[in-house]
């Protein structure tokens, strides 16, 4: 079965650093995700992007955070910023089409001290 | 937003027996998934279930959209099936709900 690929499975970082989390979809896919989990909490959406542009987002997702697409395979999470509580595992996941099945990544554990 | 409860929020089994999880959403959606996260954190699809009923091996679910519920049986259950159960619903994005932690004893 096809995999969403993500790099790198850890992080860490100091608080106040930029952090760039990178993910590879499937490679027909045409939108993508990124999603959080704070340890022992639930998966939380955080954005998604479709067609070159962000489609929707949440309120966790302010201006410390930026997605792009740099070319026809990436697509990167940046955290301009780091602070404590960004600490967490990342997930990247794709869809072919958006009422399909979901494919996520293996995740980054982002540790930020 | 769209709401979802998942029950229970933690379950223990004794090996080879079955068990059942719900999922009930708040809103219509064309879009209900099961996830299990193993020890190491992945996110694993068990099924892409919008409505209906679907089988693989042990595992089974099925989702009354109209009632907007679905269930997970696991029957004849593994240590191998413990760690934590999400059922993710929406049109998009989906919407994780909190889980089930699962654990079988040997």
């Known amino acids: 079965e096809p995999e969403v690929t993500q790099t790198p499975s850890h992080q860490v970082t100091q608080m106040g650093q930029e952090v760039i989390l990178r993910c590879v979809p499937i490679?027909?896919?045409?939108?993508f995700y990124w999603y959080r989990q704070i340890l022992g909490q639930k998966v939380e959406f955080l954005v998604s992007?479709?067609?070159?542009?962000?489609?929707?987002k949440s309120e966790i997702f302010d201006d410390q955070f930026s997605v792009e697409r740099p070319d026809g395979s990436n697509f990167t999470l940046k955290i301009r910023s780091t602070k404590l509580e960004d600490s967490a595992m990342y997930f990247c996941?794709?869809?072919?089409?958006?009422?399909?099945?979901?494919?996520f990544g293996s995740g980054t554990q982002l540790s930020v001290l | 937003g769209i709401q979802v409860e998942q029950s229970p929020p933690d379950l223990i089994l004794q090996e080879g027996a079955n068990s059942t999880l719900r999922c009930n959403f708040s809103d219509s959606v064309n879009n209900l998934q099961w996830f299990h996260q193993n020890p190491w954190g992945q996110l694993i699809n068990l099924f892409y279930i919008p409505s209906g009923t679907k089988q693989n091996g042990r595992l089974s679910a099925t989702t009354v959209a109209t009632e907007r519920y679905s269930l997970l049986y696991i029957s004849s259950s593994q240590t191998t099936d413990s760690g934590v159960y999400f059922c993710a619903v929406g049109n998009t994005p989906l919407v994780f709900g909190k889980g089930t932690r699962l654990s079988v004893i040997a």
């Open positions: 992007f479709y067609n070159n542009e962000i489609s929707e």
């Open positions: 996941a794709s869809f072919f089409n958006s009422g399909g099945k979901l494919f």
């Open positions: 490679s027909n896919h045409l939108y």
